[in-house]
């Protein structure tokens, strides 16, 4: 059983920062692509950023030059820095990763349940 569970959400001020955490757990082969996908009220869920195995990074435009995503792979986890947050940045944010099982001959992605980002303004 696999599992991912963000933390770091919270209500933060328009100009502020705010540093969310996913961590991958259970019985894992390998993590390949991460990434951060993000829902706001009567919205779709749109991608925010993702980084590939070997670090390759890809930013919504929206977010560019203001967030930042990273990955330690030792820790199986991965980061969304978010700097100069607007009120549009409010949502819920989820983790994802494409994972191999122990078990899986074939990779499947993987999602977490969500952690909320409120920007005041």
């Known amino acids: 059983q696999v599992q991912l569970v963000e933390s770091g959400g919270g209500l933060v001020q328009a100009g502020g920062s705010l540093r969310l955490s996913c961590a991958a757990s259970?019985?894992?082969?390998?993590?390949?692509?991460m990434g951060w996908y993000r829902q706001a009220p009567g919205k779709q869920r749109e991608l925010v950023a993702t980084i590939a195995s070997g670090g390759i990074t890809n930013y919504a435009d929206s977010v560019k030059g203001r967030f930042t995503i990273s990955r330690d792979n030792a820790k199986k986890m991965w980061y969304l820095q978010m700097n100069s947050l607007k009120s549009e940045d409010t949502a819920v944010y989820y983790c994802?990763?494409?994972?191999?099982?122990?078990?899986?001959?074939?990779?499947?992605?993987?999602w977490g349940q969500g952690t909320q980002v409120t920007v005041s303004s």
């Open positions: 259970g019985s894992i082969s390998s993590l390949n692509a």
């Open positions: 994802n990763a494409h994972i191999y099982g122990l078990a899986d001959l074939i990779g499947r992605n993987y």
